[in-house]
């Protein structure tokens, strides 16, 4: 009699696990599609300095829980745990890298027992930086032409070139302007000005740079006779 009755326990506990397990495998199953990151909104390249935004779709939650949601940006520095968010909401964070280079973000969710039940793939993004030159082309009028030789935009783009000495001090020029973006790869040529006049040794101090770049500062030495200007 006891055998039988431990027989028919164990086939009882066998019977159990079978409902069980597939409802188990189906909520699993389930648990993976609740979190929907969509990618295809998010962008793969950016500039350095540049605010970017990112979100990520929560689809319902079958346990109706409250949710926490955590963006790692993938340069030491995260959202923190931003929330109390109810399944179905639309969830975004934006951040800025301050350096060039490739960069992994992953999404974390976690509910209000702090256990972490969803996770993204990681996403990849190239973080890029602008890099400045300027060219002055001399003779009686001066032409500035401003290139970003970069893989990143500049942003708030700004230039000057002043001049001063000649004999008795009596050169003191100034010229200047700004772009607001200057694309990567791409040069932006400045209309002419007339060049000053005058005679004797001058300096040149030529400047370039961006809100999101480091100024450029060119000091140069030179000669004028007339309009020509004579670098040394």
Request: hydrophobic fraction near 45%; charged fraction near 20%; charge should be negative.
């Amino acid at each position: 009699m006891i055998n039988i009755f431990l027989n028919k326990k164990i086939i009882g506990i066998i019977v159990c696990l079978l409902f069980i397990m597939p409802i188990s495998s189906v909520s699993a199953d389930s648990n993976k599609q609740l979190f929907i990151n969509n990618f295809s909104d998010w962008p793969t390249q950016g500039t350095v300095g540049v605010e970017y935004n990112f979100c990520i779709d929560i689809s319902q939650d079958p346990m109706g829980d409250y949710l926490f949601v955590l963006f790692d940006w993938g340069d030491d520095s995260d959202s923190g745990w931003l929330g109390l968010y109810s399944p179905g909401e639309n969830i975004c964070s934006s951040h800025a890298w301050n350096e060039s280079g490739d960069y992994e973000i992953i999404v974390k969710i976690k509910n209000e027992s702090d256990v972490i039940v969803w996770q993204s793939d990681t996403f990849y993004i190239h973080i890029g930086a602008p890099i400045l030159q300027i060219e002055i082309l001399l003779g009686r009028n001066l032409r500035v032409t401003v290139s970003n030789v970069g893989d990143g935009d500049a942003i708030d783009v700004y230039w000057s070139l002043d001049i001063v000495g000649g004999f008795f001090g009596f050169i003191d020029y100034h010229i200047g302007g700004t772009v607001d973006i200057l694309t990567a790869g791409n040069k932006t040529s400045v209309e002419t000005f007339k060049a000053p006049c005058g005679f004797g040794k001058i300096d040149l101090d030529i400047r370039v740079g961006a809100s999101n770049s480091e100024e450029s500062v060119y000091l140069i030495d030179g000669r004028i006779f007339f309009f020509l200007i004579i670098i040394l």
